[in-house]
């Protein structure tokens, strides 16, 4: 059939059926022109098109004129067109705007008058409600809250996908602290007043919310999906208590305690106008007799199109078949261990994120995940496995746990004893005689990776009770090149993979839980570890030491990551750093020796990891993982320029108001310093975020970073203060995992 005929028939059908069709220029959508950084010659700006009515807007264009001589230099998300006045619309996948829903693209420009505050212009067109369409704010501080229709990782969905209701699970719009009380708590978010209504804002009700607890020894069920509100849909976050799952984004969730005990799981939710409303429980769990619950293990990355999921790693102690219900973000259904769901148009060349979300069945108990999984649309990723286990010793019998494992579709144990290797998230083994044995778990990846792990165990006649930290200072890493099986010990460097995967990597060991935290000396024996000391007195970002910086002593940034020179020498290349902390920021000091210092791209957001480049990377709770497309870890770029970015869910991104940084410079020698605003888990790029308060005995995954350029297209030298085994410092600013360690320290 002619797709115009169908087309058309199909508009015929929803007219007799009674419903209208509205023209584009009957919504009143509202416009917002947003600075989001500028400096004395240019500036990086969004518009915003939020579509506040109940009728989907498809199509949209939209026009601004700078009266002080600035022009558009640049953009993206949006095809361009005009001379002052400009005009923008959409590329395809940002055309429809679903009712509460906002669509942003960028603009570059350069200043009509240099030194001056960047102009923000009114914005109007088709769907612009008649209100004024500037705004004073910059997008660091918006209050804008997205859909609930939405999941707050993905972009706008393809025309195909628009009927299919989309809970907002993945939504946190409050950095509060967990309520401890039973108590509902109600507070009031920045709303959205309809650009059609100004002046008469409708009151909003506050969703009610309503949290179950059902225990079964050391599982529990949380169910708050009773939870209502009389406007429409609510978001949902779980906080469950448990220090190995806190929170999940979610209306239910079933979890299993590690530790008897008490434990307060509170439910938090809010409308599509921002009230949100919070409800507290205690309960007890202890240790039964009978059925034990299954682990969930989940794995996903982007294959093209589509982001695919695996948890064929999930384990039950009883040998149980288990049933697997999955949601991507559009509800829940039942499907097999491995599964996919399809994301982005043809030719999207976009990023799309989803929260991933797994509950796996025995028939009786159960057991949920949930991860956020993405990437670049067209493109393929394979997630590194990245196995963890810890051990307990009974005589010379052994228990095994690798829950801790992340990325992977299976593990597989090796006890060093000879004997055949076992599969599965849990095994006990028991040993024929006493002795010192080599522990190796084996996980395997979805596509090309597999990676091991190891830890040496010593059974005696005298030792009968022995336990392990999550890796202990014996534990090792190795990759498993592809082809190869998990238990495979070839240290031979495995091939590049082809162009079509790109592949995230595992550091040799996390810091161990109990860290040294004296703050006689800052650069710990523990490799990849530095303990920052609190600062009595905040220093001064001017790059010039303050006397509080004498406090904490120098670490190296010495080891080659990446680069067409592989050993600069001093006069071309050296750099060390220190830290110190308070309860509102990180504070970093570098001293570097850079013979040239070059920044050959001004465009703060263009090639920004090639030029002279101070780099961060930050994960505030040491959580691991891949990050490339999210805010669940951090690599920031600064610039000679003080420019901080890092490519969050929607591309390359200014983040100034995150870092504060001074440069100064005598000849070779040059000081950077650093104040950081360091931001939780529940970080978005849609809403306004409030930095965490630091506190004494707080460990985050942290490296420090230098790239040196003298000039050349690429950059020469990218030096760092970790170095993993498999070599896979590069790696960090996709994946967290790699990142050595920083204790805050009194």
Known sequence: MNIFNKLLRQSALLLGAGLTLQAPGSFAARCEYLVQSDWNTGFVAAIRITNDTNTAINGWSVNWAYSDGSTRTGGWNANFSGSNPYSATGVGWNNQINPGQSVEFGVQGNKGVANSPAQRPVVTGTVCSNAPGSSSSSSTSRSVITSAFSSSRMSISSSSMSSRSRSSYGLSLSSSSIPSSSASTTSSKPT?????????????????????????????????????????????????????????????????????????????????????????????????????????????????????????????????????????????????????????????????????TVTVSDGELKDTRQITAGGLCGTVFDVFPQPQFTYRLEGNKIYVDGRKSTGTTGLSWDFGDGSARVAGVLAEHTYAAAGTYTVELGASGQSLFGNRTTQIVTLGSASSLASSSLVSSSARSATVCPGSSAGATSAAACPAPSSSARSSSVASSSAPSSLAISSASSVSSIPNHYNAPRATTAPVIDGNADVVWERTAWAPIDVFWLGTQSNPSAQDYSGRYKALWDEDYLYLLFDVTDDRIYDGVRDALDRYWEDDTVELFIDENKNGGQHGYNTGAWAYHISTYGDVVDYTTSGPKLLNDHVTSRLVSNGSKHSWELRVRIYGEDYADWKANTPLKLFSGKLMGFSACYIDNDGSPQRESMMGSVNTQGHKNNQGYQDASVFGSLRLVE
């Open 192 to 356: 959205i007043p309809s650009s059609s209504s100004a002046s008469s804002v409708e009151p909003n009700t506050p969703p009610v919310a309503v949290l179950d607890v059902t225990v079964h020894g050391m599982t529990v069920f949380i169910d708050g999906s009773k939870s209502t509100d009389a406007e429409g849909p609510i978001s949902y976050k779980i906080y469950t208590g448990d220090p190995e799952k806190p929170t999940i984004f979610y209306p239910s969730v079933w979890n299993t305690y590690q530790t008897p005990g008490e434990y307060s799981v509170t439910l938090e939710i809010w409308d599509r106008r921002g009230a949100t409303v919070r409800v507290s429980k205690k309960f007890t769990v202890q240790p039964v007799a009978g059925n034990q619950a299954p682990i969930a293990m989940i794995s996903a990355a982007r294959e093209n199109r589509s982001i695919v999921a695996y948890a064929t790693a999930s384990f039950d102690p009883e040998g149980v078949p288990l049933s697997y219900e999955w949601d991507f973000g559009n509800g829940a259904y039942i499907g097999d261990a491995r599964t996919s769901f399809t994301d982005c148009l043809p030719d999207q060349t976009t990023s799309q994120s989803a929260l991933v």
